[in-house]
């Protein structure tokens, strides 16, 4: 890379904004003896929707789990490095993982709901938080988040019928609102719409737009056109690596590297 | 000892007869064969279709013959019945080596044959569950015929004592003697279940959650197998240790408190068939929950739920419809748990809702009306059937209940996991 | 503006700690489940282990002729009530068979009565003050102790505790479990063959799959109505025999030992299958000499477990009958026998103290032979699992 610092993108987004939300520095990760993240190196903007691309296999759904600690609940997982946010380092012993996945919220490839009402779905982890006390809030919070995830206006009528009950489209804006509703700074998305057909697949892009407003959003996509849609930067993976980190146009306008062109336009991944 | 002799002579008749069969088709097809003619199979097969020919129609002739005179209720002339069924051997025999022929399949025949035999084998199992049906309701039948169905489910006296005199004919003076009013004995035994699900569902739930969600690997490879030891143990041997062991505990302790408590209360067979069902529930509830999907637990997580509150508020509600038929199929193991009870619990029906008294249930009864000296065709013996009919008809839709449940959940989660 | 790090973690203390208390909880249920097992064991041994050791004392016999006809005659009056009676019952029948003692003393080590036994053990006893002292004095002397019960373990029942041997109860289990593999095998392993192999996909394919899992949840105690009222009421098999009982526990076991095969079959891959039918097998062909070597060892997994099951069955074979009172090794199929679990429900019936003991010893016998079938079998799963 060029003639810029470690971690920032080689061009700037001149319409973003430029807060520092999550710092990443030296970040290492094995899986055992595999190394699958060397020495990544990235900054993360406030209320900025960040892609991460890049082929199979290249450690950004890895990458994007250790920002919530996700990677926790693998035995064999072994990380080094510094990972910041709001001046904490998140792998610190200090660090209480349930806070902080608490702040960096996370939606999954496949819709999860629980075996809940749409309802709880909505309004389980608030109570949990001690978010909302009174039902009435209750009521009030789980509106929001549904309204803010485009979901209100199909479900407001069924709203104690299972989770499980929706469409696939459905289900996955059900899993945002219920991200949305305990207020996270960051949320975190892993392929979040490559279970799903490409009417429901537009609807959450748009809602993703909109979200940007309140989150910071960061969304590992294997859809590059999807990336070059949504995303203001995007961090091209490699093999573990960060080949190129860069704002969007530029990235697929004009790419830095050349391994970035060659995915790009399509010659491997 | 004569009718042993006979069967004896006649295996070894049978035997020989295979023997010679097998000889005769095979070097039969190896002559023809090695008279340049080719056949559709090998000798060997053509040897073994000769054995079947003989053996098979003279066992099923033997067979059938026995049966259709039990079912006409004469005696067997075993000597005619064998002699015959021997005549048929010898028939199937020359049968057997006429067929030995180039067109002939004998591979195909012997295909069919195998087939049918399977089959056949499949069909026991059938036939012992109509067996099971047949004798249950054919003898509670008899029961209900002397004894009113209604004063059976309602009745609270059970008190076959006099029923003898019935089985004499002398029904007229023991009608107001003996009762057959199952309520407390159908009581005794919901109470012992009470109590050994009060044991084995909470131990044996937080046992599979902790072996599912909080025991490293070394743990759970050595918990598993350990708790099913307990599942292995014979239950005559955990009767002998609720009756010796726990009861006097029991006792004891509820002498501590201030209770009077019976020997053979119903607490101490209670706890020990408790015990031994955890390992079922603790089994069968980690299966379940070890296949709620990861993706579930790892949405509770990313939400900032801690660790309990994940499997208290998302896994184990998604578990639920396992972990309750994995509870009926305990249920109905308990219902019908014999030998605790009859070696712990009392022989006394008593209609009470306190566990430190002595109780019993439908299973002691059943034992306790089948080996006592009675005349097979008492009411008392007989009410045994009627009580067996109704553990079975219970014991039964648990079973289907669970079944379908344990169904619903996989199909759930099939469906949920694309 | 969200909260900071520190504000959420202080929120979460209390949260933390309430989870904490779930994992102590569950962690506290399998160590209790794991404490009833040590208990129960420890229990069966501390009771079971003094029934492998038995009370002798050394007497001086004196096979005098009076000795033949009242067999009292030949011990001092001292030694007289300490000594098992099932002995002196025996001394005219050895005089008669060996005539040379005709008129001679000995000095012989004898059983003891149970009385004896369970004071030299140091349980409470019904014997008096002068024979405890008795006793005392030849175990001071070295004329009474516990010896290796080689009674238990070579004779049949016996009302007087110290003669009463679990032999007869054994040859018993063996022959029943013979009639049970011979008729629950190879029908079970059919069945499993039939289903997985052959059957065609109908109704009524599923009918006997539905029917084989009702069947392994039945109680036990109504096979045995079953082997009463079909077995004895109607086929005329005579009550109490090994072979009512073996045919009554093979039904029972029919279903573990189909669900195992089944099991079995279905882990051998299709390869092999499609591989035998390529190169022209017929359908049994293809079983016989492909498919079953290969599920052979998961076939005998099952089966030994199975088997073990049905050693430890009590309830039915009281309902057949097989609680009969056996004395003697009886070599028979047809005739009155008695197993092992029934021989234990027997003595823990009787009001002895001494047939406590005798009760925990056949127990940890039982135990013993289950631990070790039930380890066989796992051993075969360990030895011969393959992974495709």
Redesign the interface.
Known sequence: MTGHTAGEPVTRNEDANHELSIRVRDLNLWYGKNQALSDIDIDIYQKNITALIGPSGCGKSTFLRCL?R?ND?IPSVRIQGLVEM?G?DVNDAK??E??????V??V?Q?P?????SIYENVA??PR???LVSRKADSDELVERALRDAGLWEEVKDKLQEPG?SLSGGQQQRL?IA??IA????VI?MDEPTS?LDPISTATIEDLMDKLKQQFTIITVTHNMQQAARVADYTAFFHLGEIVEYNDTKTMFANPATKKAEDYITGRYG | MQTNQLFAIFCGTLLVLGLIAFFLGRSKASRVRAAGTSMHAQPDQYGWFTVLSTAGPAVLVGAVGAFVMLLLGGDIPTFYLLAGSLTVACVGLMAGIYLVKPNFHARKAIEAVVRFLLAGAAMVSIFTTFGILISIIGEAIRFFQMQSFWDFITGTTWNPGASFLEAAGRSDEASSAAQFGSVPLFAGTFMITLIAMLVAIPVGLLSAIYMSEFAPEKVRTVAKPVLEVLAGIPTVVYGFFAAITVAPIVVAVAAFFGIEASFSNAMAPGIVMGIMIIPFISSLSDDVISSVPGSMREGAMALGMTRSEMIRDVVVPAAMPGIISASLLAVSRALGETMIVVMAAGMRPNLTANPFEDMTTVTVRIVAALTGDLEFGSAETLSAFALGLVLFAVTLSLNFVSVIMIRRFREKYRINNL | MNQSFDEISAQLKSRHRKSARLKWMSMGALGLAGMFLVLFFADMLVKGLPAFQQAQIQVEVDYSEQASEIPLAALSEEIRPLVSRGYLRLIPQRMKDNPELQGTTRTEWVLADSAVDQYLKGHHTNLGADEQSTVDRLASQGRAELKFNTTFFAKGDSKMAEFAGIAAAAFGTVMTLLVTLAVAFPIGVMTAVYLEEFAPDNRFTRLIEININNLAAIPSILFGLLGLAIFIGFFGVPRSSPLVGGLTLALMTLPVIIISTRSALRSVPDSIRHAAFGVGCSRWQMVKDHVLPVAFPGIMTGSIIGLAQAMGETAPLIIVGMVAFIPDITGSFTEAATVLPAQIFTWAGEPERAFIEKTSGGILVLLAVLIFMNATAVVLRKKFERRW
């Open positions: 919530n996700m609940l709001d904490r660090m209480d349930v806070a902080l996945r608490r702040r919220g996370m999954f496949k999860n709901p629980f075996p809940k389980y982890a949990m938080h001690d499980t899993c219920r991200a305990v207020r996270p700074d975190l279970a």
